[in-house]
């Protein structure tokens, strides 16, 4: 799910930059408020297993990669900013070091794998709270919900970025990304995301390892 630089335009590029520059400031001071010495703990181990989740890039058609993220959990328990700017911490480690994702797109990745799963895992658990399946259909619908925000960055850019009629950046548009990443990710990717995060709130919240903003 990771976007490599080149695969946007440089118009693309700096509107998600431009789109997520405010909401990491917001997420930061949101983080620094709520960071202690009882949710250190656990909000740095579930970053640190959002990076090893992410690290398993599975290639799909349509030129790119699947992986769960692992945002769901930490929205969930602790809310959608502080799991948007764990989440990106991860993808600007994972881009600088290991060159998973680019950095020209590094604005991109967070608004799809940080922003996008963290707000509507975070909103869908809110609506079913009072449901056993709530953290298992949380975590499906944030990955199917990046994987729709991927679709969009993906898709819009031989529309917006050719040269004589020949796509400049990513070749294929909506009716080939579609299906293959918003796909996948719907009957794989989705699911494995849904189970990882059921499973992993459980065991938080029966063990009371933290008495998080839900758990």
């Known amino acids: ?30 983080l620094k408020q709520d960071l202690n010495e009882t949710t250190l703990p656990l909000i740095a181990s579930l970053s640190a297993l959002s990076f090893i989740i992410m690290m398993f890039n599975i290639p799909i058609p349509g030129g790119t990669s699947g992986h769960a993220v692992g945002a769901s959990l930490i929205a969930i328990l602790f809310g959608p900013w502080i799991a948007s700017v764990c989440v ?7 881009a600088l ?18 922003f996008a799963s963290s707000f509507s895992s975070y909103y869908i ?15 499906w ?32 548009g909506f009716d080939v990304t579609f299906p293959a990443v918003v796909g996948s990710h719907i009957l794989f990717f989705g699911v494995v995301e849904g189970i990882f995060t059921g499973i992993a709130y459980r065991y938080i919240v029966k063990n009371r390892i933290y008495k998080g903003v839900n758990a």
Request: charged share 5%; hydrophobic share 55%; net charge neutral.
């Open 125 to 139: 658990f809110q609506i079913l709270k009072t449901k056993s399946f709530a953290p298992y259909v949380s975590g």
């Open 141 to 172: 619908v944030s990955v199917v919900c990046s994987s729709l925000v991927l679709t969009l960055f993906l898709g819009i850019q031989p529309l917006i970025a050719t040269l004589d009629g020949q796509p400049l950046y990513f070749p294929f």
């Open 97 to 114: 070091v290991f060159g998973d994702g680019g950095v020209t797109t590094f604005g991109a990745n967070a608004l799809l794998m940080a």
């Open 1 to 30: 799910m990771h976007i490599p630089d080149g695969y946007l335009s440089p118009i693309t590029c700096i509107a998600t930059y431009a789109a997520a520059l405010p909401l990491w400031v917001i997420a930061f001071k949101k």
């Open 88 to 94: 990106s911490l991860v993808l600007f480690i994972q």
